[in-house]
């Protein structure tokens, strides 16, 4: 059975940092590119960043420079430090597990940036 969990969301004031992790099972990990996405009520869901096996990274434009995607292989889990929130990065955060054939969702964690 493929297991994505997510953790360490929460509220944090602007400015703040936040670190996700997303530990996985059932999937043969280092295999998998690996995602964060995140939806924002009324929004669709969109790509935050994501790390292939060889470990290439890609950003979307508005996350570059604030948050740095990571992966343990040894740990089959994926990170998502997260610098300099502003309350726009307020959303559900999804971790995506992905190869050509198959696709796997997280459950979710929420992110709340708040005074």
């Known amino acids: 059975q493929v297991q994505l969990v997510e953790s360490g969301g929460g509220l944090v004031q602007p400015g703040g940092s936040l670190r996700l992790s997303c530990a996985t099972s059932g999937i043969f990990f280092s295999t998998y590119t690996m995602g964060w996405y995140r939806q924002a009520p ?11 096996g060889g470990f290439r990274r890609n950003y979307a434009d508005s ?30 955060y999804f971790c995506n597990a992905k190869t050509d054939l198959k696709e796997y969702w997280g459950q979710g964690t929420q992110v709340t940036v708040s005074s």
């Open 42 to 52: 009324g929004k669709q869901r969109e790509l935050v960043a994501a790390i292939t």
């Open 63 to 92: 996350m570059k420079g604030r948050f740095t995607i990571s992966r343990d292989n040894a740990k089959n889990t994926v990170y998502l430090q997260m610098n300099s929130l502003e309350p726009e990065d307020t959303a559900v």
